[in-house]
């Protein structure tokens, strides 16, 4: 029988009825023979209202005492679940992040995970209990309650999963799973029934927003297989894992749109050794990233140098380089907040030179410009005017996804 880990997030316990829809998805698994740890998040809009609670008091309550307060709302999810699997006729007992052996660093509202003792665990399991644990909290080694960041209830479950070495780690949400592009935006949009670790990170870093990021580079660090599915259709969902069936047929995976970034643009830079160093050195030492950097083809000793950054850091960019535009040497810094990179992902697209090409094709027949482009193993990301980011996303999406597309 197997050992699985089913995580439920805020949406799928707001409230009694879907406390006791919970209840219900557990001990069917229960039932069927498996042991079962469950993690759960705090109720609703519960950690958002903690929050706003400690700013009527305190906007400026220090990190241990909002951790404190914010751990609270995952206790009352698996207190109120216990009891309605316990009113099933089920034994169940929860258990705090302390309770359940989760040691963390001392980072207070970002900590990390640093092992977990399964002890107390395994000895309810051993009884044959369904052990509810409370995602998001840990204790540090002063014995205070420390929570991993906003969330962080995934990575919760993922951890446990790993050194539980679950057989599977399940992430229940209110959608179906992981889906080829914004199902919300795009016309045709389906569910994806598997997915690598790897693509997965890529779309969730791009903007798809279902598992936190931390727990998907987890579940591959330590080998978890992951479901994403729904509490509520009780559909298949999306496997994530190492390797994939369909990764040789499929060669994208999925769609996403990201609207945060910006671009910069640095003209008339002189062409010889340095320069580059010179600007990213700049904007690196203030922790700005850089993501997809352009640079022309000199002539007449000069050239441009483009790039983007998240659309936040925008501003502060373009202020550097212009105080340092004596010591860098350039005409001038243009900074263009209405971008969007727009990105197909695909395990299988490694050995695929056509894949690009198609994506190209779709946007030039939409009549859609490209500003920049860039490539990984796994992922072709163009960057493109904002308000022709949805036009685009769905053009490359009928292209390669539609029931004429081949891919
Ligand atoms: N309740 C926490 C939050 O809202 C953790 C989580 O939901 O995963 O961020
Ligand atoms: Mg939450």
Known sequence: ????????????????????NVARIVTETYRKGHSVVVVLS???????????????????????????????????SIALCAMAIERMGYQAISLTGWQAGMLTDSAYSAARIKRIHTERIRKELDKRKIVLVAGFQGINKYDDVTTLGRGGS????????????ADLCQIYTDVDGVYTADPRHVTGARKIDEITFDEMLELASLGAQVLHNRSVEMAKRYGV????????????????????????KNHVSGIAKDKNVARLALVGLADQPGIA?????????????????????????????????????????KRILEEHQQSI????????????????VGAGMVNNAGVACKMF????????????????????????????ADRAVQAIHDRFFNEFGSN
């Open 1 to 20: 029988m197997a050992l699985i880990v089913q995580k439920f997030g805020g949406s799928s316990v707001a409230d009694a009825d879907k406390v006791r």
């Open 42 to 76: 705090a109720q609703g809009d519960t950690t958002d209202e903690l929050i706003e609670k400690a700013r009527e008091l305190n906007p400026k309550a220090s990190k241990r005492e909002m951790d404190m307060l914010l751990a609270t709302g995952e206790q009352i």
């Open 154 to 165: 995934d990575t919760s479950a993922v951890a446990l999963a790993a050194s539980l070495h």
């Open 225 to 248: 297989n992951m479901e994403v599915l729904s509490s509520f259709s009780g559909h298949m969902g999306t496997k994530v894992k190492e390797v994939v069936k369909t990764m040789e």
């Open 277 to 317: 160093f010179k600007i990213f050195s700049l904007l690196a030492r203030k922790d700005i990233n850089v993501d997809i950097i352009l640079q022309s083809i000199g002539r007449n000793e000069s050239k441009d140098i483009s790039f983007t950054v998240a659309r936040g850091d925008g501003p502060e960019a």
């Open 329 to 344: 040497g350039f005409q001038s810094v243009e900074l263009n907040e209405e971008v969007a990179k727009v990105s197909i």
């Open 361 to 388: 094709e779709a946007l030039f027949s939409a009549g859609i410009n490209i500003n920049m482009i860039s490539t990984s193993e796994i992922k072709v990301s163009v960057l493109v005017d904002e308000r022709d």
